[in-house]
């Protein structure tokens, strides 16, 4: 009965890192040349290859649909003006980046 109760209590206890274990990472980069890469990936190691990229507008306007390649990265050109960029990775796997904050 020991036994039993001190796996469920260890179980238990690595539930919470365990759900952390896939975090995801995303970061963009301004070139200095109208030119923007950002990049993605999670806390575990896995790639993010194939996850959404959407770069919105100030006034919420998609103006870029697409998706990671597969070194998990994406280029694209500046947009003029306030925009985000917005790492669609599921439920409780998105990150927004808002441009003001990517600097070189």
């Known amino acids: 009965m020991i036994k039993k109760f001190a796996l469920s209590a260890f179980i238990a206890a690595s539930l919470p890192g365990i759900a952390l274990a896939h975090t995801p990472l995303f970061s963009c980069y301004d070139f200095g040349d109208d030119t923007v890469l950002c990049e993605g990936g999670f806390s575990d190691g896995s790639s993010a290859k194939g996850t959404e990229i959407l770069i919105i507008d100030g006034s919420g306007k998609e103006l870029i649909k ?28 998105s990150i927004e980046i808002n441009g003001k904050d990517i600097v070189g």
Do not use: Q
Request: net charge negative; hydrophobic share 25%; no cysteine.
């Open 66 to 93: 697409s998706k990671l390649n597969a070194d998990s990265e994406i280029e694209f050109e500046k947009p003029s003006g306030e925009y985000k960029v917005l790492f669609n990775g599921g439920p409780g796997h």
